[in-house]
């Protein structure tokens, strides 16, 4: 079997989460008084931790970062954001069809896990929920890296030419070769096929269906 083990980004890869990731930051930077909080693109920010996002794009303090991140979650968990993306075309069939040929499904995402839980939950994937890895909540375990070999130690998965990792920014490409796994770069996400291809992605792919071609 051919890449037996699939790993899933999460935004931009599973959901298109554009909209509740934007209207959750501009809620954070209103209550942090930036004085202009709207943003107008939104799919830089999609991707790398979020409070790395804080201080390296909004020139925030690790602290001020922390604070950020608090009223991000207010927006976006407390007040239901994360609920409102959508899947992909073609992501719960795809999904189905590799759970059905008795492959490991598992999400490698910058997200707070406890959150990356709870939208596969939502979302009724055919994805196990002790499966789905990300940030923990004081914001460590946020390097695509560490994600990715927590999830495979964890499962006791030793072959490393069994795994594919597929996501939609140059973070899931090199996290993967980090790792030493092959990856698949997405280009219906946020990040560019430029940005894939220079990341080094093993295979590039338009739509998600396209990945049952890969693995055959």
Same mark, same amino acid.
């Given at each position: 079997?051919?890449?037996?083990?699939?790993?899933?980004?999460?935004?931009?890869?599973?959901?298109?989460?554009?909209?509740?990731?934007?209207?959750?930051?501009?809620? &954070?930077?209103?209550?942090?008084?930036?004085?202009?909080?709207?943003?107008?693109?939104?799919?830089?920010?999609? $991707?790398?931790?979020?409070?790395?996002?804080?201080?390296?794009?909004?020139?925030?303090?690790?602290?001020?970062?922390?604070?950020?991140?608090?009223?991000?979650?207010?927006?976006?968990? $407390?007040? $239901?954001?994360?609920?409102? &993306?959508?899947?992909?075309?073609?992501?719960?069939?795809?999904?189905?069809?590799?759970?059905?040929?008795?492959?490991?499904?598992?999400?490698?995402?910058?997200?707070?896990?406890?959150?990356?839980?709870?939208?596969?939950?939502?979302?009724?994937?055919?994805?196990?929920?002790?499966?789905?890895?990300?940030?923990?909540?004081?914001?460590?375990?946020?390097?695509?890296?560490?994600?990715?070999?927590?999830?495979?130690?964890?499962?006791?998965?030793?072959?490393?030419?069994?795994?594919?990792?597929?996501?939609?920014?140059?973070?899931?490409?090199?996290?993967?070769?980090?790792?030493?796994?092959?990856?698949?770069?997405?280009?219906? $996400?946020?990040?560019?096929?430029?940005?894939?291809?220079?990341?080094? &992605?093993?295979?590039?792919?338009?739509?998600?269906?396209?990945?049952?071609?890969?693995?055959?």
């Amino acid at each position: 079997m051919k890449y037996s083990h699939i790993l899933f980004d999460l935004d931009g890869t599973l959901i298109d989460s554009k909209e509740t990731v934007r209207c959750s930051f501009e809620y &954070a930077l209103g209550k942090m008084h930036v004085p202009n909080p709207k943003i107008i693109d939104i799919e830089p920010l999609i $991707g790398p931790p979020i409070l790395k996002t804080f201080q390296e794009v909004y020139g925030f303090s690790l602290a001020e970062a922390r604070q950020g991140y608090e009223f991000y979650l207010e927006e976006y968990v $407390g007040n $239901g954001q994360m609920y409102q &993306a959508q899947l992909y075309q073609g992501v719960k069939e795809t999904v189905h069809a590799l759970y059905t040929s008795g492959r490991f499904l598992g999400v490698a995402t910058t997200k707070n896990e406890n959150n990356a839980r709870k939208i596969i939950d939502s979302l009724k994937l055919d994805i196990q929920i002790d499966r789905v890895y990300g940030t923990y909540n004081d914001g460590t375990r946020s390097n695509k890296k560490e994600i990715i070999t927590d999830l495979l130690e964890d499962n006791d998965v030793q072959d490393l030419a069994d795994v594919l990792m597929v996501g939609d920014r140059h973070y899931d490409i090199i996290g993967a070769s980090e790792v030493g796994i092959d990856s698949v770069g997405v280009t219906y $996400g946020c990040g560019s096929e430029d940005e894939l291809r220079q990341a080094g &992605a093993t295979h590039l792919i338009a739509s998600i269906n396209e990945l049952l071609k890969i693995i055959k």
